[in-house]
């Protein structure tokens, strides 16, 4: 069975850098296809897609955040770490690691979310 | 923000059927990418509805229906249900970084 959990700070000051870690288990990091993604949503607001890491080190980012955000994996570790640089009262939401499948690019399993304020 | 476009809000009486409209481009949709469809209820994170334009996973009931034709998707809800009351996102790939749809919400009426 899949399982994804985020942890990280819930609350963080402007202009600091946000550390978020995806532990997981059920499935390995290094099966060809399988990638883990990173998606937030604002409270009330729609969900946004931001980073996507693959088995082979491949990495995503969404355009609009590309410059703040680092994606990397520790598949030992079963781990997927997303840092997000220069945090902002408006990056204050929910944010959700999942497992992307390899056939379809579909996300089939979410953590559970972690919400993260941005407040001095 | 959001390149897939959905309507705001669409509701409908217990047992009718409703439809959630997805609108891309030819970047996206219209490009092959397939489209998948999650439900979220209050408080809880997305959960995998459809995948691969019309795959339901196992343990989804089959009154949840996906299409996709040129540069748009729909899921369609029949018999709807209270339990049914949730948000919906449609979500593909725009050159082959992750989008997501701008919500529809569902209300049972």
């Known amino acids: 069975q899949i399982t994804l959990k985020e942890s990280g700070p819930t609350l963080v000051k402007p202009t600091q850098t946000l550390t978020l870690t995806c532990t997981f288990s059920?499935?390995?990091?290094?099966?060809?296809?399988?990638?883990v993604g990173w998606i937030r949503q604002p409270p009330g607001k729609a969900l946004e897609w931001l980073a996507l890491?693959?088995?082979?080190?491949?990495?995503r980012y969404s355009p609009s955040l590309k410059s703040r955000l680092t994606i990397t994996k520790d598949a030992p570790k079963n781990q997927v770490v997303l840092k997000m640089t220069n945090m902002d009262p408006v990056d204050t939401a929910t944010y959700y690691c999942?497992?992307?499948?390899?056939?379809?690019?579909?996300?089939?399993?979410w953590g559970q979310g972690t919400l993260v304020t941005v407040s001095s | 923000q959001s390149v897939l476009t959905q309507p705001p809000s669409v509701s409908g009486a217990p047992g009718q059927r409703v439809t959630i409209s997805c609108t891309g481009s030819?970047?996206?949709?219209?490009?092959?990418?397939?489209v998948h469809w999650y439900q979220q209820l209050p408080g809880t994170a997305p959960k995998l509805l459809i995948y691969?334009?019309?795959n339901r996973p196992s343990g989804v009931p089959d009154r949840f229906s996906g299409s996709k034709s040129g540069t748009s998707a729909s899921l369609a809800i029949t018999g709807l249900q209270a339990e049914d009351e949730a948000d919906y996102y449609c979500?593909?790939?725009?050159?082959?970084?992750?989008?997501f749809g701008t919500g529809t919400k569902v209300t049972v009426l």
């Open positions: 999942a497992h992307r499948r390899a056939v379809y690019g579909d996300w089939d399993y």
């Open positions: 059920g499935f390995s990091l290094t099966t060809t296809g399988v990638g």
């Open positions: 691969g334009n019309t």
């Open positions: 979500q593909s790939y725009d050159n082959s970084l992750g989008v």
């Open positions: 030819s970047s996206n949709i219209g490009a092959g990418y397939s």
């Open positions: 890491i693959y088995w082979d080190d491949d990495k």
